[in-house]
């Protein structure tokens, strides 16, 4: 006869994961594996992060033109992210208002938003300008119809959204992170590539790779391992809304260290690196001469979408050589996610195995701890 498995309650992982994140972080702990293989408490983070907190889309500089636009998932709501003829950076409800397709697919430029079903054309403003043969109808209104406006606004060069219509303004949300940060001048480097991935690990698992370096000397043993030393990280406490922490070292890229030309950074902070977690999904490693991030989007417990990109400081942009130092920048990087991607899923199959059980973090994990408190937090709230 063979025994059914009954799921742990969504209650009962929510409650573990608080008890763990209240622990001292002299005594903390890996999150219980439910966490990580849950589809009930996934769709509480869908519900308690995803459609409630500000979400990064990507750089503002993909959208340059008049007519540039993004698309987006938010939690399953589609948003399209646009340019609009005034000139601001706009976001819609990527929905048609007819029989509900979905617009646009991927990035480009467009003149107007035409639906891909029954050709329903909108302008870069949301509102209906054409809809073929509805002339018909007397109850049609045309100016009745336009887009649901989604809340857009840019921070350090960066482009979020949020479902949220009540969540305090971004740059008053991110506030802290502009005062440790502000003199990378983020906002000025320049993005050169960005592309798109599925991954087979928790969403949750790829964002804790990537905010500890606890792991890079054996992981990344044939890439970056060599080159990062333990014991020049620093990870300071957390903020409500981001953590972080820092590497001072000797990069092993020139780009990894400030350019001559570059004036405004002085003394250790010319070879310090910056690590950040901007919760609950946007990651940046934020070197003095290039920075490469990933955006992540569940799609169901053991899959992720990443949206991967990066590119280099003004000064490396503008440098002679800014040909190969790109292509020596992606080469590494194409490497070391391959090492992450092996990494991740291995950590996918194991939480998801009947024996996982979590075990002490490291003082080079505090992130972690800050991350799990967070969700703690977010989740404990509904």
């Known amino acids: 006869m063979v025994q059914l498995i009954t799921p742990t309650p ?10 763990n ?7 903390a702990r890996a999150m219980p594996p439910q966490v990580y293989t849950s589809p009930a408490f996934l769709e509480v983070e869908h519900t308690q992060l995803f459609r409630k907190q500000w979400l990064c889309v990507g750089r503002v500089s993909r959208l340059q033109k008049v007519g540039d636009y993004l698309t987006c998932d938010v939690a399953g ?49 949301g509102q209906l300008r054409g809809a073929a043969q509805m002339d018909r109808q007397s109850g049609f209104c045309k100016s009745d119809y336009q887009l649901p406006s989604v809340r857009c ?39 050169t590539f960005q592309e798109e991935h ?20 054996m992981l990344h043993r044939a890439t970056v391992g060599p080159h990062s030393r333990l014991d020049e990280m620093e990870c300071p406490p957390g903020h409500a809304a981001f953590n972080y922490h820092w590497i001072t070292k000797e990069a092993s890229l020139a780009i990894g260290n400030a350019h001559p030309d570059n004036t405004h950074l002085k003394d250790h902070w010319r070879k310090t690196t910056a690590l950040l977690t901007l919760y ?13 991030y990933l955006i992540l989007q569940p799609r169901g417990v053991d899959k992720v979408h990443i949206r991967f990109g990066g590119g280099l400081s003004p000064e490396f942009i503008n440098d002679p050589k800014a040909d190969q130092y790109l292509s020596s920048l992606k080469s590494l990087l194409d490497e070391v996610n391959a090492e992450d991607r092996q990494g991740v899923e291995a950590v996918m199959r194991g939480v998801s195995s009947p024996l996982a059980k979590p075990g002490h973090l490291s003082h080079l994990e505090r ?8 969700l703690a937090q977010r989740v404990g709230a509904l």
Not at 198 to 217: G, Q, R
């Open 367 to 374: 992130p972690n701890y800050d991350f799990a408190r967070y």
């Open 198 to 217: 599925v991954w087979d690990t928790n969403w949750k698992i790829l964002a804790e790779n990537f905010m500890e370096s606890y792991h890079l000397p």
């Open 21 to 27: 994140s209240e622990r001292n972080f002299a005594d």
């Open 10 to 19: 969504v209650s009962t992982i929510i409650a573990q994961l608080q008890e």
């Open 280 to 292: 609950p999904s946007h990651l940046i490693t934020l070197t003095l001469g290039y920075f490469w």
């Open 77 to 125: 709501q589609p948003v399209v992210v646009l340019r609009d003829n005034q000139n601001q950076i706009r976001a819609f409800s990527n929905v048609c208002l007819h029989r509900m397709s979905v617009l646009m697919q991927g990035s480009g430029n467009v003149r107007s938003i035409v639906c891909p079903y029954h050709a329903w054309g909108y302008t870069l403003e």
């Open 153 to 191: 606004e840019v921070w350090q060069g960066w482009v979020y959204v949020t479902l949220d219509a009540d969540i305090e303004p971004l740059n008053q949300h991110l506030s802290e992170l502009d005062a440790l940060i502000a003199h990378y001048r983020m906002e000025d480097y320049v993005e």
